[in-house]
């Protein structure tokens, strides 16, 4: 039974349904503040406000309507999340594509929203380049091949594109 807005004055009384569909929007509708407030700040995907509302107490089906409406007028979207943050990430981490997309799995989005977010980002990025960059960062610490090669594998760059980066180095193939 939904509640018309109609029947919604002062003084009226409620009762049954009646009562637990308008505090179940009232919780929704509390719900969605917060996340608002979330999304104000920055960009969040939908498993990230889940887990921060939650953490504030509201119930799942709160959750969910609140999250339904604000994706419905697209101030929450996992695909715009994807994009930022891959951008933000790269800024001050060097990482391949496999690390890339298993850290947005690890945020909720799913696999075909990340390959397009990751298609995007590596048009304007190149992966070589950054596993080079990541190479130097082994060279400054000290690192022999095999520790830079475990270390550029753990931050997601292909065997093959780690043994051509290290024979531009000028070192032998691993």
Same mark, same amino acid.
């Given at each position: ?24 929007? %009232?919780?929704?509708? /509390?719900?969605?503040? &917060? $996340? *608002? =407030? !979330? #999304? ?16 504030? %107490?509201?119930?799942? /089906?709160?959750?969910? &309507? $609140? *999250? =339904? !409406? #604000? ?104």
């Amino acid at each position: 039974m939904l509640v018309s807005a109609d029947s919604i004055t002062a003084g009226a009384v409620f009762t049954g349904d009646a009562e637990n569909d308008i505090l179940d929007a %009232g919780l929704a509708c /509390a719900a969605e503040r &917060k $996340a *608002l =407030d !979330y #999304l104000a700040r920055a960009e969040q995907s939908r498993l990230g406000l889940v887990r921060k509302l939650s953490a504030k %107490g509201f119930q799942k /089906a709160h959750i969910q &309507k $609140a *999250l =339904d !409406y #604000l994706e419905q007028r697209s101030y929450l979207s996992d695909a715009r999340f994807a994009r930022s943050w891959l951008n933000m990430r790269s800024i001050s981490h060097y990482e391949g594509r496999t690390r890339l997309s298993a850290e947005l799995a690890s945020r909720g989005i799913d696999r075909a929203t990340a390959n397009a977010a990751l298609d995007e980002y590596f048009e304007s990025h190149d992966e070589e380049a950054l596993c080079r960059k990541a190479l130097e960062k082994c060279r400054r610490q000290k690192k022999t091949d095999d520790k830079a090669a475990a270390y550029l594998t753990a931050h997601g760059f292909s065997y093959a594109l780690i043994r051509r980066c290290l024979q531009m180095d000028g070192d032998e193939p691993l």
